[in-house]
C-alpha cells in the first residue's frame, strides 16, 4: 500500500491565496499536509541530504515526465508548477475573463480569491493530481484553449505572486522536484540541482501530437508545432519572470536522447551533489 494511503489526508483542503488556509474550511493546513511524497521503491538517500531539484526549460520538451520519475526514484515530491498556471486559466476561461484570447485583468486580486489550487494524491495513478476549487481538472488543464491561453494568464505578475508563494511553501522542507519556467530563477533561486532542458521545436511538436492522438482528441500538427513556438517566444519575452536559464543550470538538450538516457544524465548529476 502507498504510503499516502494510510494516511488521513483531508478530503477537502484548500489553500487562499497567499498560502493559508481558506476560511470557508475549519483546520489550518500547510501545503505540505496533503501533499505526497513519491516513494514507491526510492532510492536510499540520507535524510540530511534532501535537496531540491529545480527543472525548467521550453514547454513540451517533457520536463513533467522526467521530474515525476526522478521524484518517484528519489521518494521526492513531485509539483509541476505549469499545471498551476493552466489550472488558473481554465478557472479563467469558464468565468470569461478571457475572450478573444483577452485577459482581463481589472479586479484581479478580488478573482483570485476566490480560486483554490491543490494537490491530492492520486492511488490509481501513485501521482498528485491538480484541483481547482474542489475538482479534479487533471485532463481538463492538458486541453488546447487552455494551452492557448495560459502564456498571457502567466504573464501576470498577481498570479506569479500568489502562485510563487504556494510553490516556496510546497519547497519548505526540500526533498522536492519542481518543473516550470522559474523555478531555478525566482521560485527556489537556491536550489542545489538547477537543469534547463531544451529540444528541437518539432521535435516537441511531434511528441505533443503523438500524445494527444492517444487521446483520441481531434488535433492537428501545424496548430501544435504554432503553438509551441508562440509559447516559447511568449514565455521568453514576456516581462514577468521570463523564461531564462540560470545561470548555474546544466543545460540538457533531449532532442535526440532516449527517455532512459536522459535520466541517467540527470541522475549522474543528482549523484554529482549529493554523493
Ligand atoms: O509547462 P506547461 O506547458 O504546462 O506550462 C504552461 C504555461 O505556464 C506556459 O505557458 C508557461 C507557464 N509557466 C510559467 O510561466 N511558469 C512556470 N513556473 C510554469 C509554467
Not at 73 to 78: E, P, S, T, V
Not at 115 to 128: A, C, G, K
Request: hydrophobic fraction near 35%; glycine fraction near 6%; aromatic fraction near 6%.
Amino acid at each position: 500500500m502507498h504510503p499516502c494511503q494510510g494516511k488521513n489526508l483531508p478530503a477537502h483542503r484548500k489553500l487562499s491565496q497567499n498560502g493559508s488556509p481558506c476560511n470557508r474550511k475549519e483546520a489550518p493546513i500547510k501545503p505540505n499536509d496533503y501533499l505526497c511524497r513519491m516513494s514507491t521503491n526510492p532510492m536510499p538517500t540520507s535524510e540530511n541530504k534532501k535537496i531540491i531539484i529545480a527543472i525548467d526549460g521550453y514547454s513540451s520538451c517533457g520536463k513533467s515526465t522526467v521530474a515525476k520519475e526522478l521524484a518517484q526514484k528519489l521518494g521526492y515530491l513531485f509539483i509541476d508548477s505549469g499545471a498551476m498556471y493552466r489550472a488558473v486559466t481554465l478557472y479563467f476561461l469558464r468565468t470569461e475573463r478571457i475572450v478573444d484570447g483577452q485577459v482581463n485583468t481589472s479586479n484581479i486580486d478580488e478573482w483570485l480569491k476566490s480560486v483554490s489550487i491543490e494537490f491530492r494524491f492520486n492511488p490509481d495513478t501513485q501521482h498528485n493530481d491538480i484541483f481547482l476549487n474542489g475538482e479534479n481538472v487533471e485532463q481538463e488543464i492538458r486541453q488546447l484553449a487552455v494551452a492557448q491561453n495560459v502564456s498571457q494568464v502567466a504573464a501576470i505578475g498577481k498570479v506569479r505572486q500568489l502562485l510563487v508563494s504556494l510553490q516556496q511553501e510546497m519547497g519548505i522542507k526540500k526533498g522536492i522536484v519542481m518543473d516550470g519556467r522559474d523555478i531555478g530563477t525566482v521560485v527556489f533561486p537556491d536550489a542545489e540541482l538547477k537543469i534547463f532542458m531544451t529540444a528541437d521545436p518539432v521535435i516537441r511538436a511531434k511528441r505533443r501530437y503523438n500524445e494527444m492522438i492517444a487521446r483520441n482528441e481531434a488535433v492537428d500538427f501545424d496548430e501544435i508545432l504554432k503553438n509551441i513556438n508562440d509559447r516559447d517566444r511568449f514565455d521568453e519575452t514576456r516581462e514577468e519572470s521570463p523564461l531564462r536559464k540560470a545561470e548555474d543550470a546544466v543545460v540538457l538538450d533531449n532532442s535526440h536522447l532516449s527517455r532512459g538516457e536522459q535520466f541517467d544524465w540527470i541522475l549522474r548529476k543528482y549523484r554529482e551533489i549529493v554523493g
